[in-house]
């Protein structure tokens, strides 16, 4: 039997809105909120599920994005058949997910092909459904315009650590040293170090992860990509009055969007799991020396204990 990576491909998607291009931060009423899950539900051709805060459909597979998305899979003789799809949508953020299994005998130059041909279907029903859409007031708050949709992949491949590591025969001439690259040491719950790798470029971010990936380790890449990557295209591209329309270069981060995502990773999510490293190996150093102190006093509390036995006796 063929062996088989999980790989879950993520689409991070931010909105925004005309009056952000004057200052003005948009908060959307509950109303409005309904006006932006109508749209995608009409473009989907499904009703949403509620998940927490969350509205999350899932995709058909007669819709047109999941057909475009198949076909990318199979002109990489990648198998559609048991894909899953789903769309989420809260406030400012919307968020694509597909699961699928990647043969192992494919490299890491094919991954990164297959994420950017399955970008462009995921833009391409974002901004059918959303962009230019107008949110009209509710009497709570104003009306407003959905003026542009910034979009950047997340990859995550689980036991793919491995896949990292085989391609190591130069350490010079390596994906590892063609874009920003580093590693996740992961010790929670686990006593066995883990360690996950990141390589970030500006089509995307791949996480080849040493098996499972942590809940916070997940969240903290997801709300960082959030922070340092979309949030801060957004407002650089208002800051330098650049108009939102539909213009797919305004979609491309540039370097220095890559540093600062890079440096927000490296210091919030490595620098938490090496202070959990030291918080771990304190509590093994300190159990240690509980236990020589015990193991210290036994010779000494045994005959004592036997005075009190004989005495109680007697």
Same mark, same amino acid.
């Given at each position: 039997?063929?062996?088989?990576?999980?790989?879950?491909?993520?689409?991070?998607?931010?909105?925004?809105?005309?009056?952000?291009? &004057?200052?003005?931060?948009?908060?959307?009423?509950?109303?409005?909120?309904?006006?932006?899950?109508?749209?995608?539900?009409?473009?989907?051709?499904?009703?949403?599920?509620?998940?927490?805060?969350?509205?999350?459909?899932?995709?058909?597979?007669?819709?047109?994005?999941?057909?475009?998305?198949?076909?990318?899979?199979?002109?990489?003789?990648?198998?559609?058949?048991?894909?899953?799809?789903?769309?989420?949508?809260?406030?400012?953020?919307?968020?694509?997910?597909?699961?699928?299994?990647?043969?192992?005998?494919?490299?890491?130059?094919?991954?990164?092909?297959?994420?950017?041909?399955?970008?462009?279907?995921?833009?391409?029903?974002?901004?059918?459904?959303?962009?230019?859409?107008?949110?009209?007031?509710?009497?709570?708050?104003?009306?407003?315009?959905?003026?542009?949709?910034?979009?950047?992949?997340?990859?995550? &491949?689980?036991?793919?650590?491995?896949?990292?590591?085989?391609?190591?025969?130069?350490?010079?001439?390596?994906?590892?040293?063609?874009?920003?690259?580093?590693?996740?040491?992961?010790?929670?719950?686990?006593?066995?170090?883990?360690?996950?790798?990141?390589?970030?470029?500006?089509?995307?971010?791949?996480?080849?992860?040493?098996?499972?990936?942590?809940?916070?380790?997940?969240?903290?890449?997801?709300?960082?990509?959030?922070?340092?990557?979309?949030?801060?295209?957004?407002?650089?591209?208002?800051?330098?009055?650049?108009?939102?329309?539909?213009?797919?270069?305004?979609?491309?981060?540039?370097?220095?969007? +890559?540093?600062? +995502?890079?440096?927000?990773?490296?210091?919030?999510? &490595?620098?938490?799991?090496?202070?959990?490293?030291?918080?771990?190996?304190?509590?093994?150093?300190?159990?240690?020396? &509980?236990?020589?102190?015990?193991?210290?006093?036994?010779?000494?509390?045994?005959?004592?204990?036997?005075?009190?036995?004989?005495?109680?006796?007697?």
């Amino acid at each position: 039997m063929e062996q088989m990576y999980d790989v879950e491909f993520y689409v991070l998607g931010l909105l925004r809105f005309d009056k952000e291009n &004057v200052g003005k931060s948009v908060i959307l009423s509950k109303g409005q909120l309904n006006q932006i899950q109508k749209y995608l539900g009409e473009k989907i051709g499904r009703t949403s599920e509620e998940r927490d805060l969350w509205q999350v459909w899932s995709l058909p597979g007669e819709s047109e994005c999941i057909k475009k998305i198949k076909g990318i899979l199979s002109k990489h003789k990648v198998s559609s058949n048991d894909i899953q799809c789903e769309l989420g949508y809260y406030h400012h953020r919307v968020i694509f997910k597909l699961h699928l299994r990647l043969p192992k005998d494919r490299s890491l130059a094919v991954l990164r092909e297959i994420r950017d041909n399955l970008h462009c279907p995921v833009r391409e029903l974002l901004n059918e459904a959303l962009l230019n859409k107008k949110i009209e007031s509710d009497g709570e708050k104003p009306e407003c315009l959905i003026s542009y949709i910034y979009t950047y992949p997340l990859t995550i &491949v689980y036991n793919g650590a491995k896949l990292v590591k085989e391609t190591r025969g130069d350490r010079t001439f390596c994906p590892c040293t063609t874009t920003f690259f580093f590693e996740i040491p992961e010790v929670k719950y686990h006593i066995l170090l883990r360690s996950h790798f990141v390589r970030i470029s500006i089509p995307g971010t791949i996480v080849y992860a040493d098996k499972k990936l942590d809940n916070s380790i997940f969240w903290e890449l997801i709300n960082g990509i959030y922070y340092a990557a979309l949030y801060s295209k957004k407002l650089q591209d208002i800051e330098n009055l650049k108009s939102a329309q539909k213009d797919e270069t305004l979609n491309e981060l540039n370097e220095r969007i +890559l540093r600062e +995502l890079s440096s927000y990773l490296i210091e919030g999510i &490595v620098a938490l799991e090496k202070q959990e490293i030291g918080n771990r190996l304190a509590w093994i150093a300190l159990i240690v020396s &509980v236990m020589s102190i015990l193991l210290s006093t036994i010779p000494n509390i045994i005959p004592f204990i036997f005075k009190i036995i004989e005495l109680i006796i007697n």
